[in-house]
């Protein structure tokens, strides 16, 4: 799955932002592929509102 960091991470609770991070996105802009399990979709589902996902 392909994710895409689309809102600035600033404001967000230390969490999830160090979700982001986990995932190798640090500005806004930054994609990432990461493989498709539930540990990927868990980090996603917490940061969901800041990134979009797109099936790659």
């Given at each position: 799955?392909?994710?895409?960091l689309v809102k600035s991470?600033?404001?967000?609770k230390k969490d999830q932002?160090?979700?982001?991070?986990?995932l190798g996105l640090k500005?806004?802009?930054?994609?990432?592929?990461?493989?498709?399990?539930?540990?990927?979709?868990?980090?996603?589902?917490?940061?969901?509102?800041?990134?979009?996902?797109?099936?790659?």
């Amino acid at each position: 799955m392909k994710i895409k960091l689309v809102k600035s991470l600033i404001g967000s609770k230390k969490d999830q932002i160090a979700t982001a991070y986990a995932l190798g996105l640090k500005k806004i802009g930054d994609e990432t592929t990461q493989p498709d399990n539930d540990a990927t979709k868990g980090k996603v589902a917490k940061i969901n509102h800041l990134v979009e996902v797109t099936e790659a």
